[in-house]
């Protein structure tokens, strides 16, 4: 697995990464702010992380805390920005693509160029799962690759994986599963791949050895947040909102069995290019009679899909399925080495690909009208000016999802409920009017211009209103008398 970190092919996926999401990804400096509301609050969760917050205690969303530190480390880097993020975001897909790579080689006469990696980068970055960029499925892609990998070697040349890959398996699926858990199902699958295959080859002790290498993996992923939030008291408050608040407040969009065959169609819907790459190496392997690998892609799809999607859909629930878009290059690769006496062509074919793929990304992304939008226009930064004059500012954000002015803004929440999530939850409510009730903080933002009769020591300074791709809103602006 180290093998694909190093050297030429990383380089060149770094290459492609950082050219893709410059062009695709709202955290690039071609956009003025990445006003992502999900985004927004990873970044509001990591900074105060960072600054001695204790998650889900003293400041709540339900995501995992191995994203939170991730957006902690991009908040080290850019305070009021995502410039941060966005290396994370490049290092990230980075890896995906070159642990990728080496998994299309396993079912090449030899290594593909690197080169080759840019036709999944595309079409997963231009896509419209990839949604606004930093997404948790963005940061999955890098774990779920390698556990493809391992798998897939191991199915393909029928060898039982080390015990140190094994171990090294479960640190990065702990690692996973603390990130976003609906990725759940993929690691069910795996394990259950995995230990078909060694019964089938008559392992068992094999097989034990490595149930308790994976699982002492896991723990070890666990183990950090066992520390983290025990010494701060709040284990109670860990699992209520991350298991508890997830399995039985959180419903998404009308999930559920019946709804999974729609959000799948769905999901394909909005990663069409990654899904046609996944559907044509399914279709090199059942030709080429690698018929246990085809199995063992489709049930590990089925395995994501079912926990990823069942509960509802959003978007970007369905990005984590590209992980098996680079599969499609195996038969790409393969024909390309058929073409004899054409090596002019073949040293061209990178480079075209290349451009191809990034005209097709500029074009193509979902966030193309975006671009460029200039600074003043967004309400966030506007905002942010306002405040910045005020050496005593203190904000909240009233009533709805968190919409980037925390961040714009460099200031801390003020409380657990710095923003109104998607959980049902009577507490957030409470605790905000509670907040401007008392007049607690200086400053507010929000959706609705009725603040000053519900709270008379408010009043609204400021209003701007912008499109962000997804319809015009308008943000108001309230500052304490």
């Known amino acids: 697995m180290t093998r694909c970190l190093t050297g030429k092919k990383l380089l060149w996926c770094a290459g492609i990464a950082a050219v893709l999401l410059f062009l695709c990804s709202k955290s690039s400096p071609l956009f003025a702010f990445n006003d992502w509301m999900d985004a927004n609050i990873f970044f509001t969760m990591g900074k105060s992380m960072f600054s001695g917050r204790v998650l889900y205690r003293d400041v709540f969303d339900h995501k995992g805390p191995v994203l939170y530190f991730l957006y902690g480390i991009g908040w080290l880097m850019d305070h009021t920005g995502f410039t941060g993020v966005l290396i994370l975001e490049v290092a990230a897909f980075a890896v995906f693509l070159a642990v990728s790579l080496d998994t299309v080689a396993l079912f090449t006469a ?34 779920l690759a390698v556990a493809l990998y391992g798998l897939l070697r191991t199915v393909h040349r029928r060898q039982e994986m080390p015990l140190a890959a094994v171990l090294g398996q479960g640190v990065l699926a702990g690692c996973a599963l603390w990130l976003k858990y609906t990725v759940l199902g993929f690691y069910l699958v795996w394990a259950a791949v995995l230990a078909a295959l060694y019964l089938r080859q008559g392992r068992t002790r094999a097989l034990a050895r490595s149930c308790g290498a994976y699982l002492a993996g896991m723990a070890l992923a666990t183990l950090p947040w066992v520390v983290y939030f025990g010494v701060h008291g709040a284990l109670d408050d860990w699992f209520t909102a991350y298991f508890y608040d997830n399995l039985f407040l959180y419903t998404g969009n009308s999930g559920g069995a019946t709804a999974l065959p729609q959000h799948l169609w769905w999901a394909v819907r909005d990663a069409l290019p990654a899904a046609g790459l996944t559907l ?32 509802g859909y959003l978007v970007y629930y369905g990005l984590v399925l590209a992980v098996f878009a680079p599969l499609g290059l195996v038969p790409l690769v393969r024909l390309s080495a058929r073409v004899e006496g054409l090596r002019p062509v073949r040293m061209l074919l990178p480079w075209a690909g290349m451009a191809a793929a990034v005209a097709f990304a500029w074009l193509a992304s979902p966030n193309a009208p975006l671009r460029g939008r200039a600074a003043e226009s967004l309400p966030q930064l506007r905002f942010a000016r306002t405040m910045a004059a005020d050496e005593e500012a203190s904000l909240l954000n009233y009533g709805t999802l968190d919409g980037g002015f925390y961040t714009a803004s460099g200031l801390l929440p003020p409380g657990r409920y710095f923003c109104v999530t998607n959980m049902p939850l009577e507490a957030q409510w409470t605790e905000q009017n509670r ?37 015009t809103v308008t943000w108001y602006l309230y500052r304490r008398a």
């Open 280 to 311: 044509l190496f399914l279709v090199g392997a059942l030709a080429a009679r690698r018929r246990a690998v085809a199995g063992s892609v489709v049930l590990l799809a089925a395995g994501l899909a079912l926990t990823s999607l069942m509960g």
């Open 110 to 143: 030899k290594a593909p160029h690197p080169a080759w990696a840019v036709l999944p980068a595309a079409g997963i970055a231009a896509s419209r799962a990839f949604s606004h960029g930093g997404s948790a499925e963005e940061f999955l892609l890098p774990f």
């Open 435 to 471: 907040l401007l009730e008392e007049g607690a903080v200086t400053y507010v933002v929000a959706l609705v211009d009725d603040l000053e009769q519900r709270f008379p020591s408010y009043h609204c300074i400021d209003e701007a209103s912008y499109d962000g791709g997804e319809g």
